[in-house]
């Protein structure tokens, strides 16, 4: 539960009760929390840590360099669980408030660092393409995570100091304030991550690795007996290899030999939020976010995680007849306030939270989330409800995610790298559009038999269906170069023209050059770059019939069975459902719905 006296986190105590354990913010919530002993004692703890790292020193304020960076420190403090709720332990880190000493330099008229701030993170639809490639091919699979990547990092960066945190003051023997005189790069600093993902890179250059061609973070290794591909997100690297894990496991020593803290775990089930799910020896893959819609609902709405009031919460409030007028409705006021209500920025969190959700979702929540998310800069009284309703909808259906098997593709496959692909089997796309004064676009990118991507955007001002049909092929279509680019380095020969549907006949023949467009001259300038991937036989435009278009759920309100039917299409449901028998299933492993 988060209130403005900080978070408060449930865990079960070992007689099996429910106890609560306030998360304080600030020096005063510790001061005044009933923990404040173990609170204090985590914090110097942490702060000692700090201090141990090579190359951080304390030093007198008054030894500060001009002009160098002071910055504040914020302490993030958390609630460790177990898997079954059992409290694990209190942890708290501290970090340079980056953004705060940035904006007051900014204000000041003063110069600031342009190091680049990107940390380095997969696409998930790169991630998804990586972790479905593994199964269908049979492919081993590892993980490890640098537990102190950025302390590890190296920064060119000169004299940056930090205050000490507000529970662990420290003051010279004179009382002279000290701080500290920072090393290598600290969390909170936004040059920090980009830092870290360069000594990173080097190091797996140094080790061998190459990076694929045209899709960042992603790395290929040959060696003696096997091939080995790697996917980075930030400290936490996904590895996989064609046989055994001999180049993973010599990556990992060489890490383990330059860096502190280095872990790594065999066929791992969790990985940057996902949670993996096999059958069939490993060649179905069934990819979900329970652990974070549950985490959201405890602190959200603990009342849903009782099934019975959820399923009555969902007849009262999750029927169409009144769920459907109430989304389609919200608006913004016509001037925003200058500050929000507490109401509005829980409403804020829980369309946050669902947006996350939506990267391991089958897409059932897309309309509803975007529909939200048009009104997330100051939410309505209405936009409450219907986030929560979404949110006891993601609660109901949080094992539903994707399911990715070699079972898409007849014939057998090659363990190694450089085999043809089987076609639409393996990669296609379909696109969809709606037309009317809220038009939304809807793209699926299908790969191994369940959707990497499925994305609901708003659509541009255009002046028929053709146009906005337009659009929605050619966004598709830039997102199917990407996974084509993502195969080819997995490395699939990727010769012949992926396929992208739609269900517009005007959009297909236009897409397709084909002359008869005198009366679509308007939506001409819409297609020239899709017309142009068709010329160099990179995309295949076909008709889908608008009741098999895998997109069409992702633009426009459809009944439950219609509804059902697309979320289990793009799901991969009926690989998982040939990979488990219903009587081997449970919760855990599979839709609820």
């Not at 048009?374 to 259906?397: D, Q, S």
């Not at 012949?496 to 939506?523: E, F, G, V, W, Y």
Request: glycine fraction near 6%; include cysteine.
């Amino acid at each position: 539960h988060t209130t403005s006296k900080g978070a408060y986190v449930e865990v079960l105590t070992e007689a099996g009760e429910k106890r609560l354990i306030h998360v304080p913010k600030g020096k005063m919530q510790v001061m005044n929390s009933v923990m404040k002993t173990e609170w204090l004692e985590v914090d110097r703890k942490s702060w000692q840590t700090l201090k141990m790292i090579p190359g951080n020193k304390m030093v007198r304020i008054t030894a500060v360099e001009k002009g160098s960076p002071l910055y504040e420190c914020v302490t993030h403090r958390r609630v460790k669980k177990l898997e079954d709720h059992r409290l694990d332990k209190l942890s708290s880190r501290h970090n340079a408030d980056g953004p705060r000493w940035i904006a007051k330099a900014t204000a000041r008229g003063e110069e600031v660092d342009d190091t680049p701030t990107s940390a380095g993170v997969v696409d998930d639809m790169c991630l998804k393409m990586f972790r479905a490639d593994a199964a269908a091919r049979g492919r081993t699979t590892a993980k490890a995570d640098v537990g102190t990547a950025y302390a590890n990092a190296k920064t060119e960066r000169g004299a940056r100091y930090m205050r000490c945190p507000s529970t662990c003051p420290e003051v010279d023997d004179d009382g002279t304030e000290m701080v500290m005189a920072l090393g290598p790069p600290l969390f909170g600093e936004p040059q920090a991550g980009f830092e870290w993902a360069t000594t990173r890179d080097a190091d797996l250059t140094a080790a061998g690795w190459a990076p694929v061609e045209n899709v960042p973070c992603v790395w290929y290794k040959k060696g003696a007996q096997s091939d080995a591909l790697l996917c980075t997100v930030v400290d936490d690297l996904l590895f996989s290899e064609s046989e055994g894990y001999e180049i993973i496991e010599q990556t990992v020593a060489l890490l383990r030999a330059k860096y502190s803290s280095v872990s790594y775990e065999r066929e791992p089930t969790l990985f940057a939020g996902y949670k993996f799910d096999t059958a069939d020896e490993g060649r179905t893959v069934h990819v979900s976010m329970p652990a974070f819609i549950e985490e959201k609902v405890r602190m959200r709405a603990p009342e849903f995680l009782d099934p019975q009031y959820l399923e009555k919460y969902l007849r009262e409030h999750g029927r169409a007849a009144s769920l459907q007028p109430m989304a389609d409705g919200l608006a913004l006021p016509k001037e925003l306030p200058s500050r929000l209500t507490s109401e509005q920025k829980e409403t804020q969190g829980i369309i946050g939270d669902l947006r996350y959700y939506l990267k391991a979702s089958p897409g059932r929540l897309n309309v509803i989330a975007h529909r939200l998310s048009t009104v997330m800069a100051c939410p309505p009284k209405e936009a409450g409800t219907v986030a929560r309703v979404a949110l006891a909808i993601a609660y109901k259906h949080r094992h539903e995610g994707v399911t990715y098997s070699a079972r898409a593709a007849s014939g057998e496959l090659s363990f190694r790298m450089g085999f043809e692909m089987p076609s639409e089997e393996v990669l296609s796309g379909e696109a969809d559009a709606s037309w009317s004064d809220r038009s939304l676009i809807g793209m699926v990118v299908m790969f191994w038999g369940g959707a990497v991507l499925l994305e609901t955007k708003k659509a541009a001002l255009a002046d028929s269906s053709t146009e906005v049909e337009g659009i929605a092929s050619s966004k598709c279509a830039e997102h199917l170069t990407v996974a084509i680019e993502m195969a080819r380095g997995m490395g699939y020969k990727v010769d012949q023209p992926t396929l992208l549907r739609t269900d517009n006949m005007s959009s297909l023949r236009i897409s397709n050059c084909i002359k008869s467009t005198a009366r679509a001259k308007h939506a001409l300038r819409r297609y020239y770059v899709l017309q142009e991937r068709v010329r160099r036989g990179e995309i295949r435009i076909e008709h889908v019939p608008t009741a098999q278009n895998k997109a069409d759920y992702l633009t426009k309100w459809l009944s439950a069975a219609k509804l059902n039917e697309s979320v289990a299409a793009a799901s991969g449901r009926a690989h998982r459902d040939a990979a488990v028998p219903n009587k081997q299933r449970t919760e855990a492993s599979c839709s609820e719905c």
